[in-house]
C-alpha cells in the first residue's frame, strides 16, 4: 500500500491532478470573494433569489447534457487514441446539444412567462439562460475522456475571473440581483466558446459529416442515463427552490449561505469524480485488481481530507458565517455544523458511483437515482413547513447515507466479494 502511494507522487496521474487541484482552487476562492459583497449590497433575501435562479438553471443543463457528462466521458476515454471514432462522438453529441439547446430556450421561455412562481422573477431567470449556452459549449467531458486537464483548468479559471470582475463592477444596488446569474453565464461562454473552437482546430472536426442518424441513435441510448440525471439534478438543486417555494426567499438565502460554504466541498467532491472516473473506466476494462487499487488509494486519501478540512469548517464556524453574513451568525453557524456531514457522506457516495458506473451497471444506477431523488424531495417537501432548513439538511444527510448503502450493495458481488 505504501509503495502504490509512493507511486503516486511520480506519475503523470499526479501531474494532472496537480493541474487539476489549481483550477479547483479558483472554485474555492469564488464565493469567498464574491458571496459577502453579494449578501451585504443585494440582503440575504436577494441572495436566496439568485440561489433559486442558478438552481433553475443549474437543473435545466441536465437537458443539454443528456448524459454526455458521464456516458460521453466513458466513450472518449475508450476511443482516445482513435481520432475517427473520437470525430464520431464529439460531432454526434454537440449535434444533439444543440437540438436539445433550442428546444429547452423554447420550453423554459414559456414557462418562465406563464407559469406565476416564475413570472414574478422572470428577468432574473431570463437572464439565467446564458447559463445553458455555456453550457452547450462546454467541452469539459470530451477534455475529461482525454485527460486533458490543463484546458480545463485553464477554462474554469477564465470563466471564473470574467463572473468575479463582471460582479464588482456592476452589482451596486439591491435590484441588481437579477443580473449575478448574466454573468456566470457569460464567463461560461467565454470560455467554453474558446476551447471549443481549439478542440475543433487541434483534431480538425468537422460538422459537415453528422448524420441524423447517429444523432437519433445518441438520444434513444442516452435516454436511460439522460432520465436518472434528472433525478440526480432534482436532489441536487431543488430544495432551496422547495425551501423558496414552502418557506420565503429569505429562508433561501440562509440556506444558500450554508450551501455555499458546503458547496465548495460538494463541487470539489464532483469534480474530483470527474479527474478520477474516466481512469477507474479504463482500468476496469483492463485489469479489475488495478483498477481497485488505484481506487482505493486515491478515494481513500480524499475522504480522510474531506473529513478533516470539513472538521475544521465545523470547529470554526461561528467565523466563517459571520465572514458570509454578520446577521444571524449563531443560527446558521449551528445549521452549518449539521451540514458538513452532508459532503463527508458524499466522499463515500461518490466514489461508490464509480465503481457503479465503470462497471457498466446502468440500469441499476438509474433505479436508484429515481428512487432516492422522488424519496428525498417528497421528505423535504413534507417537513421544510415545520423544520424549515434543519429539516432539509437532516433531510438531504439520511439520503446520501442510503444511496452509498445502496450503490455498495450494486456493486459488492462483483468487486469486494470477488477479489478479498
Not at 34 to 51: A, N, R
Not at 98 to 120: A, E, K, N
Not at 360 to 373: D, G, H, P, S
Request: proline share 3%.
Amino acid at each position: 500500500m505504501l509503495r502504490n502511494i509512493v507511486y503516486i507522487f511520480k506519475n503523470q496521474q499526479n501531474t494532472n491532478l496537480l493541474v487539476y487541484g489549481i483550477g479547483q482552487f479558483f472554485n474555492l476562492v469564488t464565493p469567498i470573494l464574491v458571496v459577502p459583497y453579494i449578501v451585504s449590497v443585494c440582503s440575504e433575501e436577494g441572495y436566496g433569489k439568485i440561489g433559486v435562479g442558478l438552481a433553475v438553471s443549474f437543473f435545466m443543463m441536465v437537458f443539454i447534457d443528456y448524459g454526455s457528462d458521464i456516458l460521453g466521458v466513458k466513450e472518449v476515454s475508450v476511443n482516445r487514441d482513435n481520432i475517427k471514432a473520437l470525430e464520431k462522438i464529439f460531432i454526434t453529441i454537440y449535434s444533439a446539444k444543440l437540438f436539445l439547446l433550442f428546444l429547452v430556450l423554447i420550453l423554459v421561455s414559456i414557462i418562465f412567462i406563464t407559469v406565476p412562481y416564475f413570472s414574478q422573477e422572470k428577468k432574473l431567470f431570463f437572464w439565467g439562460l446564458p447559463i445553458l449556452i455555456g453550457q452547450f459549449l462546454n467541452p469539459t467531458w470530451f477534455l475529461q475522456g482525454i485527460e486533458n486537464f490543463k484546458w480545463i483548468t485553464i477554462s474554469n479559471i477564465a470563466s471564473k475571473v470574467v463572473y468575479v470582475v463582471a460582479i464588482f463592477g456592476f452589482i451596486h444596488n439591491p435590484s441588481d440581483y437579477v443580473y449575478n446569474n448574466l454573468f456566470w453565464g457569460l464567463g461560461m461562454i467565454i470560455a467554453n466558446g474558446f476551447f471549443f473552437i481549439c478542440l475543433l482546430k487541434q483534431y480538425s472536426f468537422s460538422f459537415q459529416k453528422t448524420k441524423m442518424a447517429d444523432v437519433t441513435a445518441y438520444l434513444k441510448t442516452n435516454f436511460s442515463m439522460f432520465s436518472s440525471q434528472i433525478f440526480v439534478s432534482l436532489q441536487m438543486y431543488f430544495p432551496i427552490v422547495l425551501v423558496s417555494y414552502f418557506g420565503n426567499n429569505t429562508m433561501a438565502g440562509q440556506f444558500k449561505i450554508i450551501d455555499q460554504i458546503i458547496v465548495i466541498f460538494k463541487t470539489y467532491l464532483l469534480l474530483f469524480f470527474n479527474f478520477v472516473y474516466p481512469r477507474v473506466c479504463f482500468l476496469l476494462g483492463k485489469n479489475t485488481r488495478e483498477a481497485l487499487s488505484f481506487w482505493k488509494i486515491y478515494n481513500g486519501l480524499n475522504t480522510v481530507f474531506i473529513i478533516i478540512s470539513l472538521g475544521i469548517i465545523g470547529l470554526f464556524s461561528n467565523k466563517i458565517v459571520g465572514y458570509f453574513n454578520p446577521k444571524g451568525v449563531i443560527e446558521i453557524s449551528n445549521l452549518l455544523k449539521i451540514a458538513v456531514l452532508i459532503p463527508i457522506a458524499q466522499s463515500i457516495t461518490i466514489p461508490l458511483k464509480q465503481l457503479v458506473l465503470g462497471c457498466n451497471k446502468q440500469n441499476e444506477y438509474v433505479r436508484t437515482t429515481m428512487l432516492i431523488a422522488v424519496t428525498s424531495l417528497t421528505t423535504i417537501a413534507i417537513i421544510t413547513p415545520f423544520y424549515s432548513v434543519l429539516g432539509v439538511l437532516l433531510s438531504l444527510i439520511f439520503t446520501e447515507v442510503i444511496t452509498a448503502a445502496m450503490y455498495y450493495r450494486i456493486i459488492k458481488r462483483d468487486l469486494f466479494v470477488r477479489t478479498s
